[in-house]
């Protein structure tokens, strides 16, 4: 610090009188002194060693005439960048732009061209219309199935070739599969085919053209075997032109045994068509093989799907247990060779019947079973269900041995059969390649048809996992993983939700969740949660009910819970007063009976509402980033402050009825929703198309049990490691969960 002098008088002096105090003075200025002489010291080696770093630095800096040269060749760029610029100006020729196109231009050929559009739009609707409308005249499906499948296909039959005689000997098949040697010189020589290749799921017809006893479709294991099963045999009836068929169930070969002139042709029916084989053996085999194995390695069965449901109908693999006319004024009926419909008493001793009509579109292959002999059988055709005018397509044959009558209907209108009720078995409906489900009841199958043929544009695929059914106690609603647990949701007034082990899913514990919703007093029902993020999202649709008149009352929420994991490990009953922290996002906006899904980030939801007519990916608003739309309470920077904006939304309009999926899940880049449909057991994975559009593959679980679905109407699914796990609301007592990859 700086010293202050001070001027010394000679003694006596008053003015600085020689005295302790001044003494003091200069001795703490001195002592103060030293202290700053040491620390300048210590801030001069500090300054010396800067210095000495400034000078390493220095020494390394750029030439200043380096960098005024640098500094000149950037004021140079940036004043010829400058020079190059376009004046701002309000007109394109401002710009110096003379052969552009202007507004009045485009807008006369924007007009021009959306006119074509809708042109060109109408014209495909209605080609597309008559395609739809004639199965036979699909040539479309075709080259499809030719491109899918790697195989011509020519819808040609084959032209027995027979077996030459051997030591004098022709082979006969009997009835039981006995193979015996006849004689060349029998007054009847009965002959058999070669062997044709068959796979798996083949269906082989035979078309006779006059009686013989000894027509039979018989399968061998190898093409030399001497050892064979029975699989169909010939009609023994002269009027009609008997047609007989059978389904191979293994990999084989196929001998049709009957005399030669009464064989008119063969057919072979794979994976949807009927195909050309050679005419010899070895050809044919490979052709065959070839056919195999582009089905092998080019087509699933949803590819074919794909092609089948252009028909219109659901492809459910199902056959028809018939329903039957009532009797009228004492009588059932059947009908005659004619076409006559002729009334039987009902005390009479052998009461034949009619089914109701059952209706079939052009292409298809109607396949009678009939479980023991009756002369009366007969599949008839109406153009119209009220008709009682019938063409008979075909006749049951008066032979024990006689148990199927197929045919193939030549345009769309209804079948019915007759026959008597004991000796029916099932009645198929072969459409496009797939046995087809239709409903029993006239009316019932003529909505069923039309609702199908609406959807029909809207499911792309049907996909058929691999899938299991694991029996164990859940819930009834949606389900989601939590942690390493399943957690299987009821609504609250249904009891409990079930913690299941991920591997056994098996049920382990039961927590009570009770939530109220505080806008309306209701329960939520918990019909949609899911569980990411650290977060369970859960949004409140549900059916109408509590009194209310529309879904519009109800309100939409999401609500997201941040302490869900914490559930797991409480034994009281969890309300929404003691669930921990957890927000409410209103999203009326988008509509009504809202569900809601995490997307791909932890403020990316998907959102199904509308009764499935739309789909709607939002973002929500975190802390104090107000996204615009919904109810806005600033929040702190981890949660969510109710507003949020619409990202992209896809519609369709009402193609698949009334069915708002329940559960569901955002995996691996793919929305996959369960159809909540009381008359389906199947998954939707959403195809959410650029233009807005939405499509959906169907994932398809259906099981046959009894003439009836065992599983109905999934209600909730999770996913995790590629593994579906989706709870059907009916079948197993409300205990199954179907377990597949995908």
């Known amino acids: 610090m700086a010293y202050t002098k001070t001027n010394w008088e000679d003694a006596p002096s008053t003015a600085t009188p020689l005295c302790a105090e001044n003494l003091n003075k200069i001795e703490n200025g001195i002592y103060e002194n030293s202290i700053d002489l040491a620390l300048a010291d210590s801030n001069i080696n500090t300054l010396t060693e800067r210095i000495t770093a400034i000078n390493t630095a220095l020494s390394a800096k750029a030439d200043k005439t380096e960098l005024e040269d640098e500094i000149t060749d950037i004021d140079e760029t940036v004043t010829m960048k400058i020079n190059l610029k376009a004046d701002k100006a309000t007109t394109l020729a401002g710009y110096g732009i003379t052969d552009a196109y202007d507004k009045t231009y485009l807008n006369k050929a924007l007009d021009s061209t959306n006119a074509a559009i809708e042109k060109a739009k109408s014209e495909t609707d209605s080609k597309l219309n008559e395609i739809n409308a004639d199965v036979n005249g699909l040539k479309s499906d075709l080259v499809e199935l030719n491109e899918v499948l790697g195989y011509e296909v020519l819808d040609k039959d084959v032209t027995p070739i027979w077996e030459e005689a051997v030591d004098g000997y022709y082979r006969n098949i009997s009835s039981d599969g006995t193979i015996t040697n006849i004689p060349v010189t029998a007054n009847s020589v009965s002959r058999l085919t070669l062997p044709i290749a068959v796979k798996k799921g083949t269906t082989v017809n035979v078309i006779s053209t006059n009686y013989n006893s000894k027509a039979i479709i018989a399968f061998f294991e190898s093409e030399k075997a001497e050892q064979c099963t029975v699989l169909a045999i010939g009609a023994q009836q002269k009027p009609v032109k008997a047609e007989y068929s059978a389904t191979i169930e293994k990999d084989g070969f196929i001998v049709v045994t009957c005399c030669k002139a009464s064989i008119d042709k063969v057919k072979i029916h794979l994976r949807g068509k009927w195909c050309e084989l050679s005419e010899t053996v070895e050809k044919n085999t490979n052709a065959i093989q070839k056919i195999n194995e582009g089905l092998e390695s080019k087509a699933e069965k949803s590819d074919i799907e794909v092609i089948t449901n252009t028909v219109g109908y659901e492809v459910l693999n199902e056959d028809i247990v018939p329903t039957w006319e009532e009797a009228v004024d004492g009588y059932y009926a059947y009908i005659n060779a004619d076409g006559d419909r002729i009334p039987i008493a009902t005390t009479a001793a052998s009461a034949t019947r009619l089914t109701l009509p059952i209706k079939v579109k052009v292409g298809s292959v109607v396949t009678f079973n009939t479980a023991q002999y009756n002369t009366k059988a007969a599949i008839a ?16 044959a008066d032979h024990n ?172 009953k969890i309300t929404l007063d003691n669930c921990g922290l957890y927000d409410v996002i209103d999203i009326s906006e988008l509509g009504y009976k809202v569900y809601g899904f995490w997307g791909q980030f932890d403020d990316c939801v998907f959102v199904s509402c509308n009764l499935f007519n739309d789909v709607y990916l939002i973002q929500l608003g975190k802390g104090s980033t107000n996204l615009g739309r919904g109810v806005y309470t600033e929040a702190e920077d981890s949660r969510y402050n109710g507003s949020y904006t619409i990202i992209k939304n896809w519609h369709q309009d009402g193609k698949l009825g009334e069915w708002a999926a329940h559960g569901g899940q955002y995996y691996k880049g793919n929305l996959y929703l369960a159809t909540n449909n009381s008359s389906l057991c199947t998954v939707y994975k959403c195809n959410l198309k650029f233009d807005g559009t939405l499509f959906f593959d169907l994932l398809d679980f259906n099981i046959i049990d009894s003439g009836d679905l065992k599983y109905k109407y999934i209600d909730g699914l999770c996913i995790k490691d590629n593994i579906l796990y989706a709870q059907p609301l009916y079948g197993d007592n409300n205990k199954a969960i179907i377990v597949a990859k995908i």
């Open 381 to 396: 055709f109406i153009e119209n269900e009220t008709d009682k005018t019938y063409t008979v397509l075909s006749l049951g």
């Open 401 to 572: 041995h006689m148990k199927e009558l197929s045919v193939t209907i030549e345009k769309s209108g209804f079948i019915v059969v007759g026959c008597h009720k004991n000796t029916i078995e099932s009645v198929k409906i072969h459409i496009g390649g797939a046995t087809s489900k239709l409903a029993i009841k006239a009316d019932e199958n003529t909505k069923r048809i039309e609702k199908i043929e609406k959807s029909m544009n809207v499911i792309e695929n049907t996909v058929y996992p691999e899938f299991s059914t694991v029996t164990t106690t859940r819930g009834s609603h949606d389900c989601t993983f939590i942690s390493d647990k399943i957690v299987s949701f009821n609504k609250p007034s249904d009891g409990y939700a079930h913690v299941l082990d991920a591997s056994t899913l098996q049920m382990e514990k039961r927590i009570q969740i009770n939530f109220t919703e505080p806008h309306s007093q209701k329960e939520l029902e918990m019909k949609s949660c899911d569980y990411r993020y650290s977060k369970l999202l859960v949004g409140n649709g549900r059916a109408i009910k509590y009194g209310e008149t529309s879904y519009l009352e109800q309100g939409s929420k999401l609500y997201v819970f941040y302490e869900a994991d914490a559930w797991l490990d409480t034994t009281g």
